[in-house]
């Protein structure tokens, strides 16, 4: 409840320099921090005046990890509907399972990002999952080749065929879509689709760098170049030499970054801040951005020629919400992913529980939905996911935005048998879509995909071939 235009938060930590940089993200969105050096001053402060009044906590893991699991267990136990965050040096999985099991509503990790910190707090006081454990959901291996990539939707699938023709040159290719769809995942099988793919791929994401400081990130700076710089830094243009350099939120990048980013794609060569000589290098870039950067060169906001020379090949990738179709499947292959972490098991997922995801319009697209499954994954002690498991979906009014699934749409594997207009799809755009669905599934293995689709393997290399299906996408 915010009073007088502020909301409380109460940190647990015992380090000075921590509380007033927590403090100062927290005050950028109205809210006071109050702090307890302990376990023992934190479950004191909630029976003060301020205690009473919280809005969350956040833990600063300084203890052992079965001390601050202990307390997570004593707060949650005295005040059961008060979010508790857990932050750590430690992103592990294991540890972030058992802070979850014990209570804690979400987990960031160290050095805290000032946006994912306040996107964390502004959650959890919502009771909605904006937070989500991004960072522990991000230790999920993310490395996925084309034919790995799961999903149906046409739309999604000419998006993958473009970028897997883009992989094999060596022109820049721009991303766009909203935050969550999968960006960065492409960016990955583009890179592995590549002649690059033996040599690094290095990813920046423009949007969580200093202005001050993204000049030197991307290109490095010389000892004594500027205030501060100790020592010799490279760049990571140079450590993609050969490679592949990937800049997430390209949109976010200042001006002045764009005009010398602008002139490496032209020159092909990286001048280190403080450096006397120009560097060459070769270097493969992949923007992307949440943005419509067109729009942004309108607006004044972004390079007109840095646009064209980054937008050679461009691939929209659509929202989750306009392939609902491909929901289950994508949840039983996230699931199967899940499963292989520590400390968790294999589960299934009912028909009931998938036609509820499929019915919510996931504005945080997939990455919202592998946070979702990833939370219900951890608190679940069935063998399968049921509707009980997704009581935040539910709660936010699943379906609320999004259409209920139109006749025809078999939602156990995320094929549209009907086009928009009621009328039945041609049975080959049928027969490629449910192939497409059986390459991902089974991870590109085609003896398995051929021996469940009831063909043999000549056949369905044939198929490919009749249907214009690259084995690529």
Known sequence: MMRNGQRLLMLVDDEPAQRRLVA???????????????????????????????DAILLDHWQSEAEATALIIELRARRPALPILLL?????????VNAMRAGATDFLVKPLAPERLLSA??????????????????????????????????????????????ARARVPVLLEGESGVGKEVVAEAVHAASPRAKKPMVTVNCGALPPNLIESELFGHEKGAFTGAF????????????????????????????VKLLRVLQNGDIQPLGARHAREVDVRVIAATNKRLAEEVEAGRF??????????????????????????????????????????????????????LSRYDWPGNVRQLQNALFRAAVLCEA???????????????????????????????????????GNLRPLDEIEADVIRLAIGHYRGRMTEVARRLGIGRSTLYRKLGELGIDNAA
């Open 121 to 166: 707090l502004d959650a959890a006081v919502a009771g909605t999952q904006g937070g989500e454990l991004r960072p522990l959901s991000e230790k999920i291996p993310a490395l996925l080749a084309f034919e790995e990539i799961v999903g149906a939707a046409p739309d999604f699938r000419a998006a993958l065929a473009i970028a897997a023709k883009a």
């Open 383 to 421: 063998n399968a996911l049921t509707v009980a498991d997704f009581p935040q979906i539910a709660a936010l009014g699943a379906g609320r935005n999004a259409a209920p699934a139109p006749a025809g749409m078999a939602t156990s594997g995320g094929v549209t048998l009907f086009r928009p207009d």
């Open 303 to 356: 390079r007109e020629d840095l646009f064209y020379r980054l937008n050679v090949v461009q691939v929209t990738i659509p929202p989750l919400r306009e392939r609902i179709g491909d929901i289950p499947a994508l949840a039983r292959h996230l699931l199967a992913r899940i499963a292989q972490q520590p400390g968790l098991r294999p589960l299934g997922i009912t028909d009931e529980a998938l036609t509820l």
């Open 231 to 258: 020592e010799r830094k490279i760049g990571r243009f140079q450590e993609a030499d050969g490679g592949t350099l990937f800049l997430d939120e390209i949109g976010e990048m200042p001006l002045e970054a764009q």
């Open 24 to 54: 100062a993200i927290a005050g950028r969105r109205a809210w006071r921090t109050i702090f307890a050096a302990d376990a023992e001053m934190a479950v004191a402060q909630l029976g003060t005046q301020d205690g009473m009044q919280l």
């Open 88 to 96: 750590t040096a430690d992103g592990s999985v294991a540890q972030a």
